[in-house]
């Protein structure tokens, strides 16, 4: 019987993971996908919100600025992609200025550090492609851009690292109360666990519903996206907001870490939990709203499209305590900011687990995690040193984002690897540029092929292989 059963290996399932093996426990991730970050952490914003738009006394507040002020010593420690650039919440009518000042007011009571309201004109300043139409702006100091992939794989990696074990491809189908804690049926056999930490997105509510008798609904909300190439964009450097509503955020236009213009996302509720399809209507919305912030927005230049869902619950926070099945834990409806929250969430859970297991740090604890090298962000020198200790990283792979073939084996080598060319691309950035793999696949298949012991025509794009490969 292990301690504590996470489901779920997005974002806030392994950030959970990662400080859980701060203690002395058995812990164990399960996931139905092959992968961590297959759910709603792969397809968002990759934004760290600076916790102005939550309101004040809510979980989503609390968790949101705490969130925040972890992130930048996580990137640094586990090697994650982080940027702090600023963002700007821009109103076009003057009558909205007033709209501005109160959520400037909302985020201070939040405890969010360097806030300020600027004009129209000064907000041109600092980024010369917003419209004419900008009247004022929030402008937030502390709000940043990271990347979800690398961090949630490297909460994931620091986790394995300190013990944790990760059952991938692995779908719980049951859970039984039990005199001792729990009995998790899945399509890989079953575990014994005294607590259940539930973080399974949009499938919160199906999963709490097979063991508490209050019912949870979550609403998955759509969100669809535009990326463009990284050459000739007249880009942003901070993340442009526009005034939200009760749908969210509204639409943005932001850098990515990786120098890509990002712009979306549009908000739909939808009754299907898979329908992650672009639309004609949803991608006119994000040119015309992205349009209205900024201008010359290069939409010639988009090389994918994509749509993310969000776990929406009913409570409009986040629902995360124990719920009426003693030691079996809701961390439910993370819509946005969880991206930002997954860390400080991860504590937060804590606390409640330590309330039915007493929780004892251990010594051993590791902290730190070496990243995956990016031959791309190298210079000269340092290239040809690893070049002559490797030369896997001598071949190119993928030409649009220099990708070299050393950096895929190491995705594909390491603890909790890459089995599928998703796999490879969130690890990598193999695939991620303007001919999206058309180039690069071949090579990424055949070493996947490689390292399963499989053909090549077996390699899948993502999902669940029919026999157990990790």
């Known amino acids: 019987m292990v301690d504590v059963v996470i489901i779920g290996a997005g974002a806030v399932g392994c950030a959970a993971a990662m400080e859980l093996s701060r203690y002395r426990l058995s812990v164990c991730v399960v996931d139905k996908e092959s992968d961590v970050c297959e759910g709603t952490t792969k397809a968002n914003s990759a934004i760290v919100h600076a916790g102005f738009d939550a309101k004040p006394g809510t979980l989503k507040a ?133 607590t259940v930490i539930n973080a399974a997105g949009v499938y919160a509510d199906r999963i709490h519903g097979m063991v508490c008798k209050t019912p949870l609904k979550i609403i998955p909300r759509k969100g669809e996206y535009m990326l463009m190439d990284k050459e000739n964009v007249p880009t942003v450097s901070r993340t442009i907001f526009q005034l939200p509503t009760k749908m969210g955020k509204g639409i943005l236009v932001t850098p990515t870490v990786h120098g890509n213009l990002l712009a979306g996302p549009t908000a739909q509720d939808i009754d299907d939990k898979e329908n992650t399809a672009t639309t004609g209507e949803g991608l006119a919305e994000v040119r015309a709203k992205g349009s209205l912030s900024v201008k010359n927005v290069p939409w010639g230049k988009v090389i994918t499209s994509f ?114 060319l998703d796999g490879v691309k969130r690890r990598t950035g193999a695939g991620m540029g303007r001919c999206q793999g058309g180039f690069c696949s071949p090579t990424s298949m055949a070493l996947i092929a490689e390292k399963l012991g499989i053909k090549i025509e077996a390699v899948r794009k993502n999902g669940v292989y029919e026999s157990e490969v990790r």
């Open 307 to 420: 749509t993310g869902l969000r776990a929406v619950g009913e409570s409009g926070d986040f629902m995360i305590g124990e719920s009426d099945t003693e030691g079996f834990f809701d961390a439910a409806g993370i819509e946005s900011p969880g991206l930002t929250s997954a860390p400080a969430i991860g504590e937060y859970l804590c606390e409640l687990i330590a309330k039915r297991i007493p929780l004892e740090r251990k010594e051993s604890f590791i902290d730190t995690r070496q990243g995956l090298i990016h031959f791309a962000q190298l210079d000269d020198k340092a290239r040809d040193e690893l070049i002559k200790k490797d030369p896997a990283y001598g071949k190119i792979v993928c030409r649009c984002c220099t990708v070299t073939e050393g950096e895929i084996r190491d995705a594909i080598d390491r603890p909790l690897g890459a089995t599928t």
């Open 62 to 194: 609390k968790l949101n600025v705490r969130g925040s002020e972890m992130m930048e010593e996580l990137s640094k420690k586990l090697q994650f992609a982080y940027i702090r650039n600023q963002a700007m919440v821009l109103c076009f009518d003057k009558n909205d200025l007033g709209a501005l000042e109160e959520l400037k007011a909302k985020g201070e009571k939040n405890g969010v550090r360097e806030l300020s309201i600027i004009t129209g004109d000064e907000a041109r300043a600092l980024e010369p492609n917003l419209t004419d139409e900008v009247q004022g702006a929030l402008l937030a100091k502390t709000s940043a851009i990271v990347c979800p992939f690398e961090m949630t794989i490297a909460f994931a990696e620091n986790a394995l690292a300190n013990g944790v074990e990760f059952k991938l491809s692995t779908a719980v189908t049951g859970i039984e109360k039990t005199a001792e804690g729990f009995d998790i049926q899945t399509t890989r056999g079953s575990i014994e666990a005294k």
